[in-house]
């Protein structure tokens, strides 16, 4: 079965280009039928807190995300200690006691004679008297994998076929001096256990992917599919960031952004679609592949989200606004379907409800109140329709000799108090008669 996994680490909150993988890793498995599994990657004891994890849950579920699995590294710690000491005993991992004084200054000798800083595996060649020395000194070591230092080739579902030569890299260090892991150990070991049978992830991870392959292949697992994506960035083409709360999703949410708008944003910038409204993700599902991800730049306009943000409000049908607008205290279609066209964000209906449920402070120039007057005269009898305003103003400017701004102006003014609004063809019958009596006196 496709099986694939987000897996963020709850030291921040979420941002709009942490959304972006985790939609496209969704939109994947949805359209493969297949398993999507969160892992919290919270290895990180000093910055990971449950707060954190919790607000990634509510963050993926404002979205439209329900993984069908959720793990979290920090009880796991078995299967890493497991896969450890598997690679030591095949020698594929080594101790190394180097400072990271030490480990500094063989990088800027490196650079003086214009050589690349790659670690020079050193540790490999101590003797057991320098080992026991530096045990003796109280060293603890941190634990280093050993390359194979040749050219990994895999095929990139939207990279297309990608070579990293191991060589030109050091040894990654996988276990700290104080026995935790970092990030690329656990990571391989819970793909492997879990199934994981695509990775698709930022581009900034495409150089890790050769060594990530050859731990997969020293642990006997299988090597996922991997996909890696451009990265959404800001409008000056700078990184998007948890640590300085880079456009939180929390933040979105909480400024009015429907959820399908930051998710087209998130998903569809930077690719070969356009970015348009959807009614939910299983109707972008079927527009968007990893083939149509470009691989140019992908960088966010807050404009665009704005404006996408009201086309979908505007677009919206009352069967989907009516739970919302209930909690509101508004169940109306008609006046939904009177008020949307001028919504930024949904809440933005509660004042313009007033414009039917009042208080409304007409606005009447000197100048106006004699049309005002005959306004009121020729005002329709009920019932009134969506008709009702071309039939009065029709009957208007044959009395008055008025038209355009001059003919309408005065009359929105006066029945809201407001330069401008909805269509007073729509809020007309909303109104009724009396009430537009009354504001037009």
């Known amino acids: 079965m496709t099986t694939v996994r987000y897996a963020p680490s709850p030291t921040g909150r979420l941002h709009l280009g942490n959304a972006r993988p985790a939609l496209m890793n969704w939109l994947f498995a949805r359209a493969n039928a297949g398993r999507y599994i969160l892992r919290l990657d919270d290895t ?75 670690y020079d595996r050193a540790a490999l060649k101590l003797t057991s008297e320098q080992i026991a020395k530096y045990e003796a000194e109280g060293r603890k070591p941190h634990w280093r994998f050993r390359l194979d230092g040749r050219p990994v080739a895999f095929v990139d579902l939207i990279k297309g076929p990608q070579t990293v030569n191991t060589a030109s890299m050091s040894d990654p260090v996988l276990v700290r001096a104080d026995g935790t892991y970092l990030y690329t150990l656990p990571s391989v070991v819970d793909d492997i256990d879990l199934g994981i049978t695509h990775v698709i992830r ?25 996909a890696h994506h451009n990265l959404l960035t800001g409008a000056e083409g700078e990184g998007l960031s948890k640590r300085i709360g880079s ?79 209930v ?15 001028n919504l930024s964000v949904f809440s933005d209906i509660a004042d313009l ?13 000197n100048e106006d109140r004699d049309y005002l007057a005959t306004a009121r005269d020729l005002l329709p009898a009920e019932p009134w329709d969506e008709t009702t305003w ?52």
């Open 202 to 226: 930022g581009e900034d991870h495409v150089s890790n992917t050769g060594t990530q392959i050859e731990i997969f292949e020293a642990l006997g697992g299988a090597v996922p599919t991997f």
């Open 247 to 325: 456009l939180s999703l929390m933040e979105l949410r909480e400024a009015g952004y429907e959820p399908m708008a930051v998710a087209a944003v998130a998903v569809l910038t930077g690719t070969s679609l356009p970015v348009e409204p959807y009614p939910d993700l299983a109707a972008m599902g079927q527009a968007f592949t990893l083939d149509a991800v470009s691989h140019g730049s992908a960088r966010f306009d807050p404009a665009e989200l704005a404006s996408l943000n009201t086309r979908i409000l505007h677009q919206m049908p009352y069967e989907a606004a009516r739970p919302r607008l």
């Open 327 to 341: 909690a509101l205290g508004f169940d109306s279609e008609p006046l939904w379907l009177a008020l949307r066209g």
């Open 353 to 365: 409800a007033t414009l039917v449920s009042g208080p409304v402070t007409p606005v009447v120039a």
């Open 44 to 118: 990180d004891t000093a910055r990971s807190t449950e707060a954190f994890a919790r607000g990634i849950e509510q963050d993926l579920n404002w979205l439209g995300i329900t993984p069908d699995f959720k793990v979290r590294q920090s009880d796991r710690t078995a299967l890493y200690d497991a896969a450890r000491d598997r690679l030591i005993a095949s020698g594929r991992l080594y101790p190394a006691y180097e400072t990271e004084e030490e480990l500094d200054g063989k990088r800027a000798r490196a650079r003086l004679l214009g050589r690349p800083p790659v």
């Open 390 to 441: 071309s039939k009065w103003t029709e009957a208007l400017k044959a009395a008055t000799g008025r038209k355009g701004r001059a003919l309408f102006h005065p009359l929105r003014l006066a029945l809201t108090g407001r330069e401008q609004g909805p269509e007073l063809r729509s809020l007309l019958p909303l109104l009724g008669r009396r009430a537009s009596l009354a504001r037009l006196s």
